[in-house]
């Protein structure tokens, strides 16, 4: 829609390029933002400088299973779920409660309500494996933060990915999804004793997968691998228009 990932990003800028009473952006200067702790400064701006603005710094605490404590300045904050983009959204929602005049108690009693993160980095135990559902949309950052955390998730276990294509990318596509096979390399050669890489798409191809298929259909009719998924983790990641979410329907359907 918006042609490549430089048009996702001026998108993204004119958002915030308007007289605001308000814009919360990262520290770093840009409006991507890293999977790490991060500052954050929210308040009136003069361009892309802060005129009246408060900064917000964040620390970690402490990790308890899939919970994770953390500071933002002096409040203490707590998020049910470890998953790094999770908790870089948590953060910009909880800056934006707190300018809003909303107590801590009352921000921490509704971070613990339910959400629905269907496809969103959204894991599930099912019979003997676990599935990493991220299908709704993908662009580089976001890949590879997958597939570091897919990696990183129970490192003695079969790992098994579908990985489809970065859609929107532009001329730079190409250069991305080498780009991947490359971090897929990186993040599994040394920590993941047995991994498969199943691709579908086109450009998916350059991931250098396992094996590969062109739709989601001939995916269904050739892949035995659907079907041996016991003692797995799971990774299902691509473009929304890949239809992993079929994929993930029907993986979740045998639980």
Request: with cysteine.
């Amino acid at each position: 829609f918006f042609g490549d990932l430089e048009g996702v990003k001026n998108e993204k800028c004119s958002l915030l390029n308007r007289d605001l009473a308000l814009r919360i952006i990262p520290n770093q200067g840009d409006f991507f933002l890293d999977y790490e702790p991060f500052s954050v400064i929210a308040g009136i701006f003069s361009g892309n400088e802060p005129r009246l603005g408060k900064k917000y710094s964040v620390e970690m605490l402490k990790k308890e299973g899939e919970k994770v404590e953390f500071l933002l300045n002096t409040s203490k904050f707590t998020l049910l779920s470890d998953i790094p983009v999770h908790l870089t959204n948590a953060i910009f929602a909880i800056i934006l409660a707190k300018e809003l005049g909303l107590t801590d108690d009352e921000i921490n009693t509704r971070l613990y309500l339910p959400s629905d993160l269907t496809n969103r980095m959204d894991v599930k135990q099912v019979k003997g494996y676990y599935i990493i559902s991220d299908c709704y949309n993908a662009n580089p950052d976001s890949m590879k933060a997958a597939i570091e955390y897919w990696a990183n998730y129970k490192p003695e276990m079969n790992h098994i990915a579908f990985l489809g294509d970065m859609l929107e990318l532009g001329n730079l596509s190409e250069k991305f999804h080498r780009d991947i096979a490359s971090y897929i390399n990186k993040q599994t050669n040394c920590l993941l004793k047995k991994k498969t890489i199943i691709t579908i798409g086109n450009e998916s191809k350059l991931f250098q997968g396992d094996e590969h298929y062109a739709n989601i259909e001939e995916l269904f009719r050739s892949c035995s691998i659907i079907n041996e998924l016991d003692n797995s983790v799971i990774l299902l990641k691509a473009s929304h228009s890949i239809k992993l979410d079929l994929l993930s329907r029907r993986l979740t359907d045998n639980e």
